[in-house]
């Protein structure tokens, strides 16, 4: 307001500048415009805050005859211009934070929606979906399922869910089937550009919503994700065994799978699922959607990794949204480009680094030039674009935004692949911070957002 206030004193004074005062050659005083270059007064200038010179109605009817003719003037044209150039400027920047502040809430109500998906599925199974769990199609076992994908029946998503457990032919997570084409919407973010796209590979629906992987390194390569005893009792989607359920116990979760029960750290201070920026190319560059490479030899404790390793592949100059020049991008992480797939870099994240942190996965070597799979480890972080952090939700169905400025430990203290052993015990409590206490379930931290 203060602005429009100020344009229109600017446009007063200028049009005193323009209008003055003289007298003609018989010494009569008369009102010159220097823009019209003749006589002007206050029927000429409606607006105008000289005094007022009267004038017969004959007078006016002619004079309103020549404006029609004339159209605007200069300055008239000027002022409507520079009017809604104010007016523009004022409430555009209005209008898109409104816009973005809707596409969060409906992406928090997504969330929320996955939250009923996931205690429906618990009422029918007595147990908490797997990360990774197998499936049979054509008699023959598909493993890596998603967690996303077993919901589907209670995201009103049957019809696809059937036809891929009642397909004829075998699938994998990533066939080309109908059944995982499209889009899903209660799996996306409005936020994400990439969202409604088909993903890089056989037109796969993408996912933003990314299930809680637990506060520990994670092999992406590996559907297990180096799951043991210890991780198990970390993590709310993990499985005690190294596949999860056989095909004769398919559909028998319990003896696998946790409970709501187990989620001993309260369902109020515990993460269930987050999102994440899908990967708008095999060879995205930004820490939105890609993931980088750290290749290194191989240290004294296997897998072992700094988070400030990772969080020094971002180059500052491009105000900490993209790797550096020259660093690694790992194609084949795909991230959220498969919502069928249940391995981290598809559908999960964890919570060893702050929330719009990068994402990196470590290929542990003996030489520092050749890549291992079965020693890649990586941080995968929720992320997102909405302005200053992500929605997460937790298991007792509520939905928060938390800062990407959240307490998450120290970046240089080494962390190893659990039940490697120091500095991170695997039965005690999370080293990284708030965010880290969030992500597991029966550690006894006692930790609540701030």
């Known amino acids: 307001m203060d602005l429009l206030v100020r344009f229109f004193i ?23 415009n220097l823009l019209y270059g003749h006589e002007v007064d206050k029927v000429d200038r409606p607006f105008h805050a000289g005094k007022i010179n009267t004038k017969s109605n004959a007078d006016l009817n002619v004079f ?30 209005a209008v ?57 029946p209670y995201l009103e998503q049957n019809s696809r869910y059937e036809a891929v457990i009642n397909s004829p032919v075998h699938l994998s997570v990533n066939s080309n089937c109908e059944a995982f084409k499209g889009t899903i919407p209660f799996l996306l973010c409005p936020s994400d550009p990439s969202g409604t796209t088909p993903g890089v590979i056989e037109d796969i629906a993408r996912c933003n919503i990314m299930t809680c992987r637990g506060d520990f390194l994670i092999n992406p390569t590996v559907a297990t994700h180096a799951q043991s005893p210890n991780n198990f009792a970390r993590a709310p989607f993990m499985v005690t065994t190294s596949h999860g359920p056989t095909a004769s116990a398919i559909n028998d979760h319990r003896y696998f799978w946790h409970t709501i029960d187990q989620v001993t750290d309260g369902t109020s201070n515990t993460m269930a699922a987050s999102e994440a920026v899908s990967a708008e190319s095999d060879i995205s560059r930004s820490i939105f959607g890609g993931v980088s490479e750290l290749l290194m030899p191989q240290d004294t404790i296997p897998g072992a990794i700094y988070p400030r390793e990772c969080l020094n592949q971002v180059d500052p100059s491009e105000d900490w949204t993209k790797y550096r020049s020259g660093v690694n991008i790992s194609s084949g992480a795909r991230r959220g480009n498969f919502f069928t797939d249940g391995r ?18 470590r290929y542990v070597t ?3 030039t050749s890549q291992v799979p079965q020693n890649r480890k990586g941080f995968f972080p929720a992320t997102s674009l909405h302005t200053g952090g992500v929605n997460v939700l937790f298991f007792d169905g509520t939905v928060h935004f938390v800062t990407e400025t959240i307490d998450a430990g120290s970046p240089d203290v080494k962390t190893v692949n659990l039940p490697a052993g120091n500095p991170l015990d695997p039965a005690g409590p999370s080293i990284y911070g708030i965010w880290g206490a969030l992500s597991t379930i029966a550690q006894g931290e006692n930790k609540t957002l701030p």
């Open 366 to 368: 003996a030489d520092g």
């Open 96 to 152: 898109l934070a409104a816009r973005e502040v809707s596409r969060r809430v409906q992406c928090a109500s997504h969330l929320r929606q996955f939250g009923l998906a996931i205690h429906g599925y618990h009422d029918v199974h007595d147990s908490l979906p797997a990360a990774t769990a197998r499936v049979i199609t054509a008699g023959s076992i598909a493993p890596n399922f998603s967690c996303q994908f077993h919901v589907l």
């Open 64 to 93: 309103f005859v020549n404006r029609s003719i004339f159209g605007f003037t200069l300055v008239e044209l000027l002022v409507v211009v520079a009017i809604i150039s104010v007016l523009i400027a004022l409430l555009l920047p």
């Open 344 to 361: 981290v870099t598809r559908s999960g994240f964890t919570a060893n680094l702050q929330p719009n942190s990068p994402a990196c996965v």
């Open 10 to 32: 600017a446009i007063e004074q200028f049009q005193k500048i323009i209008d003055y005062e003289t007298n003609d050659e018989n010494g009569v005083e008369m009102r010159m």
